[in-house]
């Protein structure tokens, strides 16, 4: 079971910065990722942890603003957002899974999914 939190309503140029809690199993061996969708279209890519070395991914739309890391011990990982845009608006869902490297961008990479929390960025 995955939850993400810290959604909310933002300027341009603002930050927030949103938490994926796992509850009921470990993720540990996981890679971690983070979607976002807007209505009427695809859910997309944003952000992936890989399960053996950390390393991690982003999209170029976000790269350079947003830094996921994960916290092994609580079984989290976070999503921190910065410099904004009102084209980050969306649903963002954590999402968890195994998927191969060719994959990790895709949505039927991932397994398990939580319900999402809402990002609204004002101009």
């Known amino acids: 079971q995955l939850q993400a939190s810290g959604g909310g309503l933002v300027q341009a140029g603002g930050s927030l910065r949103l938490s994926c809690a796992a509850s009921?199993?470990?993720?540990?061996?996981?890679?971690m990722g983070w979607f976002r969708q807007v209505p009427g279209k695809e859910r997309e890519f944003v952000a992936a942890?890989?399960?053996?070395?950390?390393?991690?991914y982003y999209a170029d739309s976000v790269k350079g603003r947003f830094t996921i890391s994960r916290d092994v011990a609580k079984n989290t990982v976070d999503l921190q957002m910065d410099s904004l845009v009102p084209e980050d608006t969306a649903v963002y869902y954590c999402?968890?899974?195994?998927?191969?490297?060719?994959?990790?961008?895709?949505?039927?990479?991932?397994?398990?999914w939580g319900p999402g929390t809402l990002v609204t960025v004002s101009s």
């Open positions: 999402a968890g899974g195994t998927p191969i490297l060719s994959s990790l961008r895709q949505v039927a990479g991932y397994r398990h």
């Open positions: 009921g199993r470990t993720f540990n061996g996981y890679t």
């Open positions: 942890s890989w399960r053996d070395t950390g390393y991690t």
